[in-house]
């Protein structure tokens, strides 16, 4: 069961090039979310998801674009990375229900931007 | 807006002591309060949560946490730790119905000491 699972783990790119940072659930969540985390800052909401084709803005969205095609995927665009953007992001999923269920996490992508 | 903070950076115990990562909250709904556990270059996993009802929630690992809705509260506890316990603990809230958003704390780095 490989639940959460996002690629790439590490990468490194120069000041405005792009990327798309990828994740896929195998767990048929249709709730979706991006997180990035940075050292005293905790986790904050880029993106989120309720199902396929419905998006919406977290804390920090600004520079991060991001789409729902289907459940299984949901991946984070960067079209102009910035230094600010290096973080490492976090892709997390769970079920979409009357009450609030946990949050699965993949493992992981660290994003160098120089 | 909902919100959560984490007072304490780092909280040292001795083993076998009891501890307690603290967390409050803000929220303008009834609050869904969740604890989760990250170890070192992992992804954060599920500790416990409190929808409703009893004001001690008991999770995985022997930790339990008290909800105190006076002085909205929801501190994260264990009667003995453990070496192994030894962790980065984030505390989250998802506001009631109506949001999906689920915001983070900055998070409390737990040492025990042997």
């Known amino acids: 069961n490989a639940g959460v699972t996002q690629t790439p783990k590490f990468q490194v790119l120069k000041t405005g090039q792009s990327m798309t940072l990828q994740c896929a659930q195998d767990?048929?969540?249709?709730?979706m979310s991006w997180y990035r985390q940075d050292p005293g800052m905790g986790l904050r909401l880029i993106h989120y998801?309720?199902?396929?084709?419905?998006?919406d803005q977290g804390e920090v969205p600004n520079g991060y674009n991001v789409s729902r095609s289907t459940t299984e995927d949901f991946p984070l665009r960067l079209l102009s990375a910035a230094p600010s953007q290096t973080s490492v992001y976090f892709c997390?999923?769970?079920?979409?229900?009357?009450?609030?269920?946990?949050?699965?996490f993949g493992e992981g992508s660290r994003l160098t931007v120089l | 807006a909902q919100s959560v903070a984490q007072p304490e950076d780092q909280v040292n115990v001795a083993e076998g002591n009891p501890l307690t990562v603290k967390c409050t909250y803000s929220?303008?709904?009834?609050?869904?309060l969740f604890w989760y556990v990250q170890y070192p270059n992992r992804g954060l996993q599920f500790l416990l949560k409190?929808?409703?009802?009893?004001?001690l929630v008991k999770g995985s690992y022997g930790f339990e946490a008290e909800f105190n809705k006076s002085q909205t509260s929801f501190h994260l506890k264990k009667p003995s730790a453990l070496v192994s316990d030894s962790a980065l603990y984030f505390c989250?809230?998802?506001?009631?119905?109506?949001?999906?958003?689920?915001?983070f704390g900055t998070g409390t780095r737990l040492k025990v000491l042997a």
């Open positions: 989250a809230v998802r506001e009631g119905s109506g949001t999906y958003k689920y915001i």
């Open positions: 997390a999923s769970s079920i979409r229900d009357s009450l609030p269920r946990e949050l699965f």
């Open positions: 767990m048929n969540h249709e709730y």
């Open positions: 409190y929808i409703t009802g009893d004001n």
């Open positions: 998801s309720v199902g396929a084709g419905i998006t």
């Open positions: 929220v303008s709904g009834n609050p869904y």
